[in-house]
């Protein structure tokens, strides 16, 4: 595998999994923890979409989003 596959996030992912828990290497090992711990600690903490409004449509209703801009038309 050339060395900037294993550079990108995907890469030393593959390659902790690989070398590290199918293989048993503890280097690997952590570097595979911490890549996994990063993503799911990035994602717990990750700014939800706030919810403005629900409403329920009736058949023929209209919806219209707006951004806090003005729109163009």
Same mark, same amino acid.
């Given at each position: 595998?050339?060395?900037?596959?294993?550079?990108?996030?995907?890469?030393?992912?593959?390659?902790?999994?690989?070398?590290?828990?199918?293989?048993?290497? *503890?280097?690997? #090992?952590?570097?595979?923890?911490?890549?996994?711990?990063? =993503?799911?600690?990035? &994602? /717990?903490?990750?700014?939800?979409?706030?919810?403005? *409004?629900?409403? #329920?449509?009736?058949?023929?209703g209209v919806l219209e989003? =707006?951004?806090?801009? &003005? /729109?163009?038309?």
């Amino acid at each position: 595998m050339p060395l900037i596959a294993r550079l990108a996030p995907k890469g030393v992912m593959r390659t902790a999994f690989r070398r590290g828990l199918v293989g048993g290497n *503890a280097g690997w #090992r952590a570097i595979w923890f911490v890549v996994v711990s990063w =993503r799911v600690l990035s &994602r /717990a903490l990750q700014k939800r979409p706030e919810t403005i *409004a629900v409403e #329920r449509l009736r058949p023929g209703g209209v919806l219209e989003v =707006r951004t806090g801009r &003005r /729109a163009r038309r």
